[in-house]
T-cell receptor
Framework: QKEVEQNSGPLSVPEGAIASLNCTYS??????FFWYRQYSGKSPELIMS????GDKEDGRFTAQLNKASQYVSLLIRDSQPSDSATYLC????????????FGKGTLLTVNP | NAGVMQNPRHLVRRRGQEARLRCSPM?????VYWYRQLPEEGLKFMVY????????ESGMPKERFSAEFPKEGPSILRIQQVVRGDSAAYFC??????????????FGPGTRLTVT
């Protein structure tokens, strides 16, 4: 089993819709989880961090964490064409407090 | 600009030459991380440094690669005798000292290394 798995996509949604991005991880000791956005040819940009089970909302973004199921998700409400990018799920390796393992990313396309 | 800075942004080297990549962390940050992103692959952790200390280099190739973060100046990732397989985007990230805010890593713009 891969350490961090994401659907590679592409995930295509119409403008204004909700985009749902999913991520599963294998290390039960992981405590910190992050979502990064990466535009083509650019560097990863941190958009959400989550440390506790449940939901965390920030503007149009909601991160959801379920440690029992080893599952993290990111919802983007009112999707905009500018949200079109690759979304990377990053999971801290249990006990390290710093070493991040990244999924390969999900390519999101928001169609006007 | 108080963000993470990296230079050069693009670097072309012939096989066998040395590549030096520089990273200045975000203001107030003292932890530096280097990652490599190969085409069509995910970001891979390489090394974690604090000032004058290599904390974890478990992701570094055993040969030709080294990293430092001196007391003064930027962190440097050094690749000796580059080969074509070293062509990739190299990203530096930084985070604040432990206990000073949430643990989050912020990335610089990256250095795109091309080996010809």
């Amino acid at each position: 089993q891969k350490e961090v798995e994401q659907n590679s996509g592409p995930l295509s949604v119409p403008e204004g819709a909700i985009a749902s991005l999913n991520c599963t991880y294998s290390d039960r000791g992981s405590q910190s989880f992050f979502w990064y956005r990466q535009y083509s040819g650019k560097s990863p940009e941190l958009i959400m961090s989550i440390y506790s089970n449940g939901d965390k909302e920030d503007g149009r973004f909601t991160a959801q964490l379920n440690k029992a199921s080893q599952y993290v998700s990111l919802l983007i409400r009112d999707s905009q064409p500018s949200d079109s990018a690759t979304y990377l799920c990053a999971v801290e390796r249990g006990g390290s407090n710093y070493k991040l393992t990244f999924g390969k990313g999900t390519l999101l396309t928001v169609n006007p | 600009n108080a963000g993470v800075m990296q230079n050069p942004r693009h670097l072309v080297r012939r096989r066998g030459q040395e590549a030096r990549l520089r990273c200045s962390p975000m203001k107030g940050h003292s932890h530096v991380y280097w990652y490599r992103q190969l085409p069509e692959e995910g970001l891979k952790f390489m090394v974690y440094l604090q000032k004058e200390n290599i904390i974890d280099e478990s992701g570094m190739p055993k040969e030709r690669f080294s990293a430092e973060f001196p007391k003064e100046g930027p962190s440097i990732l050094r690749i000796q005798q580059v080969v074509r397989g070293d062509s990739a985007a190299y990203f530096c990230a930084s985070s604040p000292p432990q206990g000073q805010g949430p643990y989050e890593q912020y990335f610089g713009p990256g250095t795109r290394l091309t080996v010809t």
